[in-house]
């Protein structure tokens, strides 16, 4: 995807959002699968306090990663075909490639608002019965076999609760950068692409607020 020939900026940041995507999408999977049986065999009763809402953003982020990858194949086979001067062809791939690419991110921004802000809201419950599971011998030893296991490659269970909330700031960069490469005239795309910024900068600006919160009070 995005051939050996793509070299603009827009295109390297969007073949850094695909990379970041399908690594973030394997540690969903790690958790929602390897940990959760862990924890299903080992302490069945925490498994919905400490993964709750995992599954919903698992879903979420996999229509939205087979999207994207549909989208650049797609984008793809088309500059293969294409034929026109080398300066235009840059520049209007450059613009549909950004028009793609929001397109995906406007199939998912409602249904973000919800995952997101739930998961963010309990995510300090989440954890704390993450660290009530470490408290159970048994449980420890089955969360720390995944862990050490060639799929895990030493990510611990706590380490992958939060890479949902590390990915909004990262959605943040990674559209800014889009957004300052495009031009003003193209009003949809700027929408689309603001608009997920946005919600990923609220999301992520809550979250801080909590902590800064939690830090005063105790």
């Known amino acids: 995807m995005l051939g050996a020939n793509t070299s603009s900026a827009v295109q390297k940041v ?6 970041t995507e ?3 999408v394997g540690n969903l999977l790690l958790l929602d699968g ?7 065999s080992s302490a069945p009763f925490l498994v919905d306090q400490v993964l ?11 229509r939205f990663l ?11 086979s088309e500059a293969e075909t294409g034929d026109h001067d080398e300066e235009g062809a840059k520049n209007g791939s450059d613009h549909d490639l950004v028009r793609r690419v929001a397109d995906c991110f406007e199939g998912v921004m409602t249904e973000w608002t919800s995952v997101y802000g739930l998961y963010i ?19 420890k030893v089955a969360l720390e076999n995944v862990q050490q296991s060639a799929e895990a490659k030493g ?7 939060i890479t949902p909330v590390q990915r909004l700031p990262r959605y943040v960069l990674l559209l800014g950068e889009i957004v300052k490469y495009l031009p003003e ?20 600006s809550y979250f801080q607020c909590c902590e800064r919160k939690k830090a005063r009070s105790g």
């Open 66 to 76: 087979n999207e994207l990858q549909h989208t650049l194949s797609v984008k793809d």
């Open 121 to 139: 809201r309990r995510f300090d419950q989440a954890n704390h019965s993450a660290q009530r599971v470490l408290s159970i011998n048994n449980a």
């Open 185 to 204: 005239e193209l009003d949809h795309d700027l929408d689309a692409t603001h608009r997920a910024k946005k919600i990923a900068g609220i999301h992520w």
């Open 52 to 62: 709750w809402g995992i599954d919903g953003i698992l879903a979420s982020q996999q």
């Open 14 to 19: 969007v073949a850094e959002l695909l990379s």
């Open 155 to 161: 990510m611990s269970l706590q380490s992958l609760l």
């Open 22 to 24: 399908q690594t973030y």
């Open 34 to 40: 390897s940990f959760r049986r862990a924890l299903q």
